[in-house]
């Protein structure tokens, strides 16, 4: 990973990474995301860490995305999310759709389902557990086995969990469920069947888009360390649907050019 600082529109300096070979994608990390999430994947992959400060709305990470992408030579490329990434990756294809060939989205905000407070107190409760077991996770003896279930948490746990709070609160204001009307990039939803909130209801979001596709998966919000494979196949798929997008759309001005001449 070659990672540089990169300043962003109003000024904050973020830092940014870039990794692999092949098209480009931007992956919105989900806040505390481990390192492995982008590893294996099908692609030269950009993406950064959340940034600090007072400015950590929504529209600030879309910012600091659109940042990493300028800073890259980027000019339109796929995007995936995960879990408080998935808003992130969603609001850019909104908000700047010229810049998002794709959208993968793999388990979403896992307090969607709940209204805004009270998201917000599960939210700021299960980091308090968290920040609280750290000290005890991190004397499990565990089998050396890569991202064992112990360890994934055990590294969750050592996160600085007042600015974990403070993201998550500010991402709080966000609509719980993305609105991707008007959307008509190729979309790749990856659920898990174990996740929370329910499949069923993550997926309402992109029920209405012409060109989603759907897969649930057994496993839960971890999806992308549990099933790295399954991530990888179907990023490999999406940048396939997303080149004959863009060709047929090449042909088609090509096309209505010559008409007019």
Excluded at 53 to 60: E, T, Y
Excluded at 233 to 251: S, W, Y
């Amino acid at each position: 990973m070659r990672e540089r600082d990169v300043v962003s529109a109003d000024g904050t300096r973020i830092r940014s990474g870039r990794t692999g070979t092949g098209p480009d994608v931007l992956l919105g990390p989900g806040l505390g995301a481990v390192p492995e999430v982008r590893d294996g994947l099908p692609a030269r992959v950009h993406t950064w860490r959340p940034r600090e400060g007072p400015r950590v709305a929504l529209a600030d990470h879309v910012a600091d995305a659109l940042a990493v992408l300028d800073d890259g030579g980027v000019e339109r490329c796929v995007v995936a999310g995960w879990s408080l990434g998935v808003p992130v990756a969603a609001e850019l294809a909104v908000r700047h759709p010229a810049r998002v060939s794709g959208l993968l989205l793999v388990a979403g905000d896992p307090f969607a389902a709940l209204p805004a407070g009270v998201r917000r107190l599960v939210g700021v409760s299960a980091a308090t557990a968290l920040r609280l077991a750290g000290p005890l996770l991190h004397r499990v003896k565990v089998p050396d086995v890569s991202l064992s279930p112990v360890d994934v948490v055990r590294r969750f746990a050592g996160h600085d969990w007042g600015w974990y709070c403070a993201l998550a609160s500010a991402l709080d204001d966000a609509p719980p469920r993305p609105d991707l009307t008007g959307v008509t990039c190729p979309t790749t939803v990856l659920a898990g069947r174990f996740d929370l909130p329910s499949p069923r209801w993550s997926l309402g979001a992109v029920a209405g888009l012409p060109q989603a596709r759907v897969r649930v998966l057994p496993n839960t919000h971890f999806l992308p360390l549990e099933n790295p494979r399954a991530v990888a196949e179907e990023l490999a798929l999406l940048l396939v649907r997303a080149r004959g997008v863009e060709r047929a759309v090449a042909d088609l001005l090509t096309s209505r050019s010559r008409r007019r001449a």
